[in-house]
């Protein structure tokens, strides 16, 4: 069982940057590549970005792509989403999510634990 709790979310111009945080309870956070997701009003909730177990590989939704830098630290349990150059079309309910199998993924289905979300508003 993981728990993962999000932070760092807020209210920030266009143009601005924000630093999410997601920490993770338990001793086996190496153990599970790690992604962000993203749910505006009335969407579905997509993919932002994945970091593997190790921290060796990353993807990006290309809508973030060259913006935002997924990062994590298996010493403190935590996984990190940068977000620079922020638009007002980021604006959404930001969702961490860790998957215990051996790859990385774009999609919804194969993560397995879910953060409770933090509030991203960028106003133009």
């Known amino acids: 069982q993981v728990q993962l709790v999000e932070s760092g979310g807020g209210l920030v111009q266009a143009g601005g940057s924000l630093r999410l945080s997601c920490a993770a309870s338990?001793?086996?956070?190496?153990?599970?590549?790690m992604g962000w997701f993203r749910q505006a009003p009335g969407k579905e909730r997509e993919f932002v970005a994945v970091?593997?177990?190790?921290?060796?590989?990353?993807y990006y939704a290309d809508s973030v792509k060259g913006r935002f830098t997924i990062s994590r630290d298996n010493a403190k349990n935590t996984v990190y989403l940068q977000m620079n150059s922020l638009k007002p079309e980021d604006t959404a309910v930001y969702y961490c999510?860790?998957?215990?199998?051996?790859?990385?993924?774009?999609?919804?289905?194969?993560?397995?634990?879910w953060g409770q979300g933090t509030q991203v508003t960028v106003s133009s």
């Open positions: 970091i593997s177990r190790s921290g060796g590989s990353t």
């Open positions: 999510a860790a998957n215990a199998g051996t790859g990385v993924y774009t999609t919804v289905e194969p993560y397995d634990y």
């Open positions: 338990g001793r086996t956070f190496s153990r599970y590549a």
